[in-house]
């Protein structure tokens, strides 16, 4: 069974950077899938972030591209998301994702348990 | 605004059938991208429901099922139980915008 499981700062300053890591256990990191990030602000819809391959190969979201970075380490079985010059409006849950594989988009079939990050000084 | 439009609302009884509709363009839905659906239940993660327009991931009951067409998608639920309540998004490709949620449906079971 494949489990993902989001890890960071729970709180950051604006201007700053958030860093969180996606732990991937019951799977190979460096199989044909996609890994990625999914955010949700609360109360409000779902906002794709991006996703990796085991590959290094990155597909960012166009609004978000500018301030994104994406990373995938195999030996450790993690990936990770770091965005930059971060404002109240990035506050949110971020959920890391395993993505399925086929033609654009990909799906999303796994999902971490979320983690809420607040930006706030 | 999301250019996936869902109803931001929809209720019905148990036992009830409900469909969550899910409207996009020429440049999404209509330019034949696939259309997959997602259940979010309060204070979880979303969790796949549908893929790639009809197919359902092993474990969704066939209670569950998708369509689409022209440029729109519908999710329908058939049979509705209360934990079935919750929020529902579709997600799709658009060729300006790359991938895209709607807005969100949620759902209230009487």
New interface residues.
Partial sequence: QVQLRESGPGLVKPSGTLSLTCGVSGDSISRNNWWGW?RQPPGK????IGEIYHSGDT?Y??SLESRVTISVDKSKRQFSLKLMSVTAADTAFY?CVRA?L????????H????ILVTVSS | QSVLTQPPSVSGAPGQRVTISCTGSSSNIGADFDVHWYQQIPGTAPKLLIFGNTKRPSGVPDRFSGSKSGASASLTITGLQAEDEGDYYCQSFDSTLSVMFGGGTMLTVL
């Fill in positions: 999914v819809g779902l906002e794709r597909n979201s166009p959920y399925g086929g033609p654009p988009p990909l799906y999303y079939d999902w971490g348990q979320g």
